[in-house]
């Protein structure tokens, strides 16, 4: 009999590391560019069915443990697994929706603050990498939303669970690897939508008010201060979170910087790198030691796995501490530079139709918005 279960059943199967074999469908350039954390490939197409050769090689892979079948949607691994079932394996599961459902979701942290008014919700979109936040007043029950990815439902249900109401929608930058739901959940909540002042030199065409440098946005009795950091975009903005949290987008993550030649282009890399490097260094660098780093994103591999922390956990860093171990913020300005340009690494996929979603320049329907985004995130040099 062939069982059907959702995404969130298989990260919690993975995350209890049940024994178990996971079993892609996909072709072999779709599952090599992306996929679940320790499955293995076997290539099916229903119309030619199950040769015996491969019905070896499934044997081989599963060695009598339970099997769990996925593809791109369930399209293919659905009948694979009616297949296998048809050759005698009596405990076969299908990942409902596949990689398009495993793409969608979400763990909501919460992140430890030392002001007792303060709430702070880090919420991480698994498999690409995506973090968002909910930063919230105790006091007063406002909250404002950071940096929200497509599914904008999750982040009213977290803030909702934290017993927030959002009151305003901010993002750090015009996002070249997802598209951005803060527009979006702005407009279903009727607040207004924050971005960078630099922003309308982008084009971007969604109604919003412009942020300047030091600009003050007030939730409750906390202050959320703008600090234009450019570099990985022009308008990037961080925001410092009552003096002890700062949100850094694609500027600084917990163990590399944002790239650079995405908006600026290849020949102009290096007039991007000069300056994300004013910005690290004359804006962050000189906060406190003690400031925690929450960054836009985190590095997953095309092979499901975190570079960095784990699902679930917070993913931050001490700002003295990324001083001390991220090789980068020593180097000088001309080696930073060089690094930056000389060693970029594989460009998101789609991210120039992204772009032009995130200004409004294009509009996208939901299943094409799924395909554009499928895939980890890449947007940190």
Not at 283 to 308: K, N, R
Not at 328 to 347: H, I, M, Y
Request: hydrophobic share 35%; with cysteine.
């Amino acid at each position: 009999m062939v069982e059907k279960i959702t995404a969130e059943q298989l990260a919690d199967r993975i995350d209890a590391d049940e024994q178990f074999t996971l079993i892609d469908t996909r072709p072999g350039d779709s599952y090599g560019a992306w996929h679940v954390r320790d499955a293995a490939n076997v290539p099916y197409d229903p119309e030619e069915g199950m040769s015996e050769a491969r019905l070896s090689e499934v044997n081989a892979s599963v060695d009598g443990r339970p099997v769990v079948a996925i593809c791109g949607k369930g399209l293919t691994s659905t009948p694979f697994a009616f297949e296998l079932d048809e050759h005698g394996y009596d405990d076969v599961s299908v990942v409902s929706g596949g990689m398009e459902e495993w793409s969608k979701l979400y763990e909501v942290v919460p992140i430890e603050t030392t002001t007792d008014d303060l709430v702070v919700r880090q919420v991480q979109r698994r498999a690409k990498g995506c973090l968002g936040y909910i930063i919230g007043s105790k006091e007063t029950g406002d909250a404002v939303v950071v940096d929200a990815t497509r599914q904008t439902d999750r982040f009213k249900v977290a803030a909702q669970d934290a017993g927030l109401s959002i009151s305003r929608a901010l993002d750090t930058h015009v996002h070249a690897d997802h598209i951005s739901g803060t527009p979006a959940l702005a407009d279903e909540v009727g607040i207004s939508y924050y971005l960078g002042e630099e922003a309308g030199e982008r084009g971007v065409e969604y109604a919003h008010e412009p942020l300047s440098d030091g600009d003050v946005v007030e939730v409750g009795d906390i202050e959320i201060e703008a600090l234009h950091t450019p570099g990985h975009t022009s308008e990037m903005m961080n925001y410092l979170v009552d003096g002890e949290v700062l949100l850094t987008g694609d500027t600084l993550f917990v163990d590399a910087v944002g790239r650079t030649e995405l908006q600026f282009g290849e020949d102009d890399a290096s007039r991007g790198a000069e300056l994300l490097y004013d910005s690290l260094h004359e804006t962050i660098l000189g906060l406190p030691d003690d400031t925690t780093i929450l960054p836009g994103h985190l590095a997953v591999t095309s092979d499901g796995h975190y570079e960095t922390g784990s699902p679930g956990a917070p993913i931050e860093a001490r700002l003295g501490g990324l001083r001390k171990e991220l090789d980068l913020l020593g180097l000088d300005r001309e080696a930073f530079v060089d690094q930056l340009t000389e060693s970029a690494p594989e460009k998101p996929p789609n991210y120039e139709t992204i772009i032009a979603i995130n200004t409004g320049d294009e509009t996208v329907e939901e299943g094409e918005a799924t395909e554009l985004e499928l895939g980890p995130n890449n947007c940190a040099a």
